[in-house]
């Protein structure tokens, strides 16, 4: 038998080093295995730290939403949807109805958290009518808060 092409490549290109086999699913209880080097199998990926991670804010982002409909409540300056904000102004202004649809959130929560950021001196509010704008401060909003 001649030695086929793929053999070739494979002595040839160097390994990838992506094809790390099987193992077995690190929950205790599941007999499953898993590939390429992955620590959980599919029905117990929630428990790799990285997606527990991403859960986590998720449910962050949940419980900032939920503060933003309410009247008196405030953000934390470090929260989800100012460090979001302060990101998306770098590229243009908003109204309250294009960041409500950007975060999927209702326009009053949107005009609640325009309103903040302009109290925290974060960016420039802007009345159009019967709609706020947002608008960034350049680069002011990328330096770190005075003392």
Same mark, same amino acid.
């Given at each position: 038998?001649?030695?086929?092409?793929?053999?070739?490549?494979?002595?040839?290109?160097?390994?990838?080093?992506?094809?790390?086999?099987?193992?077995?699913?690190?929950?205790?209880?599941?007999?499953?295995?898993?590939?390429?080097?992955?620590?959980?199998?599919?029905?117990?990926?929630?428990?790799?730290?990285?997606? @527990?991670?991403?859960? $986590?804010?998720? *449910?962050?982002? !949940?419980?900032? =939403? /939920?503060? +933003?409909?309410?009247?008196?409540? %405030?953000?934390?300056?470090?929260?989800?949807?100012?460090?979001?904000?302060?990101?998306?102004?770098?590229?243009?202004?908003?109204?309250? @109805?294009?960041?409500? $649809?950007?975060? *999927?959130?209702? !326009?009053?929560? =949107? /005009?609640? +958290?325009?309103?903040?950021?302009? %109290?925290?001196?974060?960016?420039?509010?802007?009345?159009?009518?019967?709609?706020?704008?947002?608008?960034?401060?350049?680069?002011?909003?990328?330096?770190?808060?005075?003392?």
């Amino acid at each position: 038998m001649g030695v086929s092409v793929f053999d070739v490549f494979r002595r040839v290109l160097p390994d990838s080093g992506q094809h790390k086999g099987t193992s077995n699913c690190q929950d205790k209880e599941c007999l499953k295995s898993t590939r390429e080097g992955k620590p959980f199998c599919s029905m117990h990926i929630e428990q790799a730290p990285y997606i @527990k991670n991403i859960l $986590r804010q998720l *449910a962050d982002r !949940n419980e900032e =939403a /939920k503060l +933003l409909e309410k009247r008196s409540a %405030r953000l934390d300056p470090d929260s989800f949807f100012i460090r979001e904000t302060l990101l998306l102004l770098r590229t243009k202004d908003f109204t309250s @109805k294009a960041l409500g $649809r950007h975060f *999927a959130m209702s !326009n009053y929560a =949107a /005009k609640r +958290l325009i309103a903040q950021m302009h %109290r925290d001196g974060l960016a420039k509010e802007i009345k159009t009518g019967s709609d706020v704008t947002i608008s960034g401060l350049g680069e002011r909003d990328l330096r770190e808060p005075e003392e």
